[in-house]
């Protein structure tokens, strides 16, 4: 699928060819346990205790960061029969009144995914239920930095998270906190995401929120070509 979106500067071509590296590793390593995974269970009867949880872990990393990347290329779907029915104007106020509203939701999630796992991590939530007015108070007790995934085992050079975190205890597992972490980043940045699609279409650089009909279109012309209309 071609991207609408060409980064201008060296510093855009930089992050998108980053985020593009990003989620064609973690397809990578995802696709790499699974398949170690099967060759283990069936040609040596056993496997990766920590496999399948690692690889749902990956897969939401996945689907949180690469919501946002679709965001920035305009790679989204959504329905535009109505939308289409107005001229350029009409649809330009549509597109605007979604992406306001899309903001409005993007930041909720924001807010409830820091709110999940600042606990996790040792940090406050935040107080307010719909807009963020503070910080609670912190309350020690009710952190959670001590809790661990199920299968996936700490690596050694990562024990230095332990007097931080967890009081100088060890972890036999890794922590919930950094798994989890994909949620407020990747929430954050789908709302960036979400607030700079937005801009664009005020500004006249983009359309829509949503995929374009453009290959489509350009089929149908081909086919007309070919025909001879």
């Known amino acids: 699928m071609a991207s609408s979106y060409e980064p201008k500067t060296p510093l855009g071509r930089f992050v998108n060819e980053l985020e593009e590296t990003v989620i064609a590793l973690l ?14 269970r069936y040609g040596f009867n ?7 949880e690692m690889v749902t872990f ?3 990393w996945l689907v949180l960061f690469g919501a946002s990347y679709a965001v920035k290329v305009t790679a989204h779907l959504g329905v535009d029969v109505i939308v289409n029915l107005f001229g350029p104007r009409g649809r330009k106020v549509f597109a ?7 903001i409005g939701y993007a930041f909720l999630v924001f807010k409830g995914s820091w709110d999940y796992w600042a606990n996790f991590a040792n940090l406050p939530q935040t107080t ?16 959670r930095g001590w809790y661990e995934v199920i299968d996936i085992p700490l690596p050694e050079w990562m024990r230095f998270i332990e007097p931080i975190m967890n009081d100088g205890d060890a972890y036999e597992k890794i922590p919930r906190f950094i798994p989890y972490a994909i949620m407020p ?3 954050g940045l789908f709302f960036f995401r979400i607030v700079q699609a937005t801009v664009r279409i005020y500004t006249g650089e983009n359309k829509t929120l949503i995929v374009s009909h453009e290959a489509e279109e350009a089929i149908e012309d081909v086919k007309h070509m070919n025909a001879g209309d």
């Open 58 to 60: 990956l897969f939401a």
């Open 96 to 102: 605007l009144l979604g992406g306001t509203i899309c």
């Open 128 to 143: 307010g239920r719909w807009l963020p007015i503070g910080f609670e108070e912190m309350r020690g007790t009710s952190y």
């Open 185 to 187: 980043f990747g929430m």
């Open 46 to 52: 056993t496997g990766l205790i920590w496999g399948l």
């Open 27 to 40: 397809l990578g390593v995802m696709t790499l346990i699974t398949f170690t995974n099967v060759i283990l």
